[in-house]
Nanobody
Framework: VQLVESGGGLVQSGGSVRLSCVAS????????MTWARQAPGKPLEWLST???????LSANTMEGRSRISRDNAKNTVYLEVNFLDDEDTAVYYC??????????????????WGQGTQVTVSS
């Protein structure tokens, strides 16, 4: 299993970012895919999960200002986050549970993780 995130960088406060995660090595179209993040000195935070049927769940911090989507033809999952502020500065990861392809939210539940992409919000 390989997950490769991209799209991070330095973003101005109030701006937006669109992150991508390209997956390989498992049946991507059958898998629930998750985005999570970790800010310096803070625990891992689950952000959003998209299921194989395209439905999704999002954390309260993401409600109304984010969109998770997937393109099964490209084996890619996306996360767009708008209205960024300092609290959004973190390393953003995509993850999946390659064992059962079901929803996962924590490091224990998700068996496979990407290397992460850094998002830094400047005020």
């Amino acid at each position: 299993v390989q997950l490769v995130e991209s799209g991070g960088g330095l973003v101005q406060s109030g701006g937006s970012v669109r992150l991508s995660c390209v997956a390989s090595g498992f049946f991507f179209s059958e898998a629930a895919m998750t985005w999570a993040r970790q800010a310096p000195g803070k625990p891992l935070e689950w952000l959003s999960t998209i299921f194989r049927d395209g439905t999704s769940l999002s954390a309260n911090t993401m409600e109304g200002r984010s969109r998770i989507s997937r393109d099964n033809a490209k084996n890619t999952v996306y996360l767009e986050v708008n209205f960024l502020d300092d609290e959004d500065t973190a390393v953003y990861y995509c993850a999946t549970n390659k064992v059962n392809l079901k929803q996962c939210r924590t490091r224990a539940d998700c068996s496979s993780w990407g290397q992460g992409t850094q998002v830094t919000v400047s005020s």
